[in-house]
């Protein structure tokens, strides 16, 4: 049975299986109508929206529950509890900060599991990126990434991501916020080219991809006011912009802060692919789904 938890669990060909089920025109039916759950413990939009409308463009039925609703270790085990929803659907997503209870469900390997978000990771936001990418570029294999900002979930995952299309990573943060030994670890594994560079203007040259995310996400327990100026140097103007290739796009996960790690002009300018990225979720979404009922389908 297969679960995608983390980009990592995949590998490159079934990456590419995932994107040709994700094209926007991919939206064939799967067989007997499958229930999907999807579990909240936080709110959304893109998450929410997209999962649903993927959902019901294959012909599921996608049911939305709260965490609270669940009471993953209070009224159940989260093992008992995924057990239940085994016998009512045939995909179970979740958006949760624990990755570990991720990790139980998966474990059991009773029905296939889809990190909608977790502390750890953000894979179905990936997908939608590097099918971005591949929309502007065509062949992505060579090109590079910058990521301008703290090295949270987002670029774990895009980083994972990119390394198995081929494409080069680079993080540009202060000195003080060096990923961790862990992350780079299990980004170079997955044949990720990255480099780390603390000055955002050399590290924006040849850029075909300019990335970044708030830099204080909902899950962060930091002191905002000194991430914020740690990072001060490192928002996405039209003056960093130039530095980078005449061709390069940029791109956000959102929500966005204009005025913070990226200014108005550059998201709203003609360099953005902010709203074709955001789209993408619910192509790759859907294509997640149908690799998923293939594989299932396969296992039973």
């Not at 009471?71 to 179970?92: I, P, S």
């Not at 030994?181 to 040259?205: F, R, S």
């Not at 200014?263 to 993408?280: K, L």
């Amino acid at each position: 049975m297969r679960h995608l938890l983390e980009i990592d669990d995949l590998g490159g060909p079934e990456l590419e299986r995932i994107l040709e089920l994700s094209d926007p025109a991919a939206t064939s039916r799967v067989v007997g109508d499958p229930g999907i759950a999807l579990i909240f413990e936080m709110p959304s939009a893109r998450t929410r929206n997209s999962a649903e409308m993927a959902a019901r463009q294959i012909g599921a039925h996608p049911v939305y529950i709260t965490e609270s609703e669940l009471g993953f270790d209070t009224r159940e085990t989260v093992e008992d509890l995924t057990r239940t929803l085994a016998c009512y659907y045939r995909v179970v997503c979740a958006r949760l900060h624990d990755h570990g209870l991720l990790a139980r469900m998966a474990a059991l390997d009773v029905v296939p599991v889809v990190n909608l978000l977790s502390s750890e990771s953000h894979p179905l936001q990936a997908l939608a990126d590097v099918l971005a990418i591949r929309q502007e570029f065509g062949a992505v294999s060579g090109r590079t990434v910058v990521f301008v900002g703290p090295p949270n979930n987002v670029w774990r995952s895009l980083s994972m991501a990119a390394g198995l299309s081929g494409m080069k990573v680079r993080l540009t943060v202060p000195d003080n916020h060096y990923p961790s030994e862990e992350d780079l670890t299990l980004i170079k594994a997955c044949g990720t080219e990255l480099e780390v560079c603390h000055d955002p203007v050399e590290a924006m040259t040849g850029a075909d991809v300019v990335y970044t995310d708030k830099w204080v996400s909902m899950s962060d327990t930091v002191d905002a006011a000194l991430r914020h100026a740690d990072f001060a140097r490192f928002a996405v103007t039209e003056t960093l912009m130039r530095h980078a290739a005449d061709h390069a796009i940029f791109l956000h996960c959102l929500p966005a802060k204009r005025g913070d790690e990226v200014a108005a002009s550059v998201i709203d300018g003609p360099q953005s692919r902010v709203w074709r990225q955001a789209e993408n979720r619910m192509h790759t979404t859907r294509g997640v789904f149908r690799w998923l009922l293939e594989a299932e389908s396969g296992h039973r």
